[in-house]
């Protein structure tokens, strides 16, 4: 019988000391909660952003998505541009410097043709007054295809009686009075000068008016 009491005062303390335990958790739990509702949540920070975020790194970004193949082919491409550029440029300027070349080289020759018009010229003007001798008659006809010739190929004479001295075009070798002529202007022509294209060949010997 005391047995059956003590069995039972054990079952009803461990039933209080149970609940205490139990009220005592739930007490620390809702302490606990208060005070978390009563602290502030603080906000999350963000992740810092790059600065230089932007166009820059979407293009790094599209760079890095190609295929390696494509962009071998548009490098390819590039250096193919590049080199035909460059070449165009080399001939442009290889052609620029055979034209030069070229010129030179006709001047050169032009310069030792002249004194055989000059030579021709005043052979014919000794013979002016022969002019139905059937061999000046010839030597006209050939002075005359030699010029045809020589204007085809761009040389022209210059331009001097009767015109403003121009240092540029004329070689005063003397100057004399005129009456007629104002200063400056040529009036008589002791060399003909002659241009090839747009470069002088030989200047004109030239009297000016004083």
């Given amino acids: 019988m005391k047995n059956k009491e003590k069995s039972g005062r054990n079952t009803a303390e461990e039933k209080k000391k149970q609940t205490v335990e139990e009220t005592g958790k739930e007490t620390a739990e809702e302490v606990k909660t208060e005070e978390a509702a009563a602290e502030p949540e603080e ?3 963000e992740p810092d952003k790059p600065e230089d975020a932007g166009e820059g790194s979407g293009e790094a970004e599209e760079e890095a998505q190609k ?3 494509d962009l071998k082919i548009e490098e390819l491409n590039d250096k193919v541009v590049r080199q035909m550029a460059e070449f165009d440029n ?7 410097e055979k034209e030069q070349m ?3 080289g006709a001047k050169s020759v032009i310069e030792k043709i002249l004194p055989v018009v000059d030579n021709f010229e005043r052979g014919l003007e000794a013979a002016k007054d022969n002019q139905d001798d059937p061999f000046v008659e010839g030597m006209d006809k050939i002075y005359k295809q ?3 010739e020589l204007d085809n190929i761009g040389v022209k004479p210059i331009e001097a009686l009767g015109k403003e001295f121009d240092p540029n075009f004329h070689n005063a070798v ?3 009075e005129s009456e007629e002529a104002e200063s400056g202007t040529i009036i008589k022509e002791l060399q003909k000068g002659y241009m090839y294209r747009d470069s002088v060949v030989r200047h004109s010997m030239v009297s000016v008016a004083q």
């Avoid at 080399?90 to 620029?96: C, G, L, P």
């Fill in 90 to 96: 080399y001939r442009k300027r290889t052609d620029k």
């Fill in 67 to 69: 295929d390696p193949k």
């Fill in 43 to 45: 906000p999350a920070e």
């Fill in 174 to 176: 003397m100057q004399e």
């Fill in 102 to 104: 070229f010129e030179v």
């Fill in 146 to 148: 030699l010029m045809t």
